[in-house]
Nanobody, 121 residues
Framework: QVQLVESGGGLVQAGGSLRLSCAAS????????MGWYRQAPGKQRELVAT????????NYADSVKGRFTITRDAAKNTAYLQMNSLKPEDTGVYYC??????????????WGQGTQVFVSS
């Protein structure tokens, strides 16, 4: 079983910054990638950013490019999302996601419980 523990959400004024953390724990062999998704009230969950645990170029939603940065610490099985220049439209519940390698040809997806981010105008 894999657990994802998120932290770092909260209330911030527009233009401010927050840093989210997501730590994976439990019994698993390898993590393929980790990422962040968000869900605003009344809207579908959407991709924010993802990164391969082994490295490489991260993937960002167009709406956060240049403002958000995703990084990872492979030794700690942890991903971080640095969010700068926050806007009210960034408000939502942010979910951590990870793909765990379960065999040579398969992965399994896990989700965190979510952390609330509220950006006031």
């Amino acid at each position: 079983q894999v657990q994802l523990v998120e932290s770092g959400g909260g209330l911030v004024q527009a233009g401010g910054s927050l840093r989210l953390s997501c730590a994976a724990s439990g019994t698993f062999s390898n993590i393929n990638d980790m990422g962040w998704y968000r869900q605003a009230p009344g809207k579908q969950r959407e991709l924010v950013a993802t990164i391969f645990i082994a490295g490489g170029s991260p993937n960002y939603a167009d709406s956060v490019k240049g403002r958000f940065t995703i990084t990872r610490d492979a030794a700690k099985n942890t991903a971080y999302l640095q969010m700068n220049s926050l806007k009210p439209e960034d408000t939502g519940v942010y979910y951590c996601d990870t793909l765990i390698v379960t065999s040579i040809v398969s992965t399994k997806e896990y989700w965190g419980q979510g952390t609330q981010v509220f950006v006031s105008s």
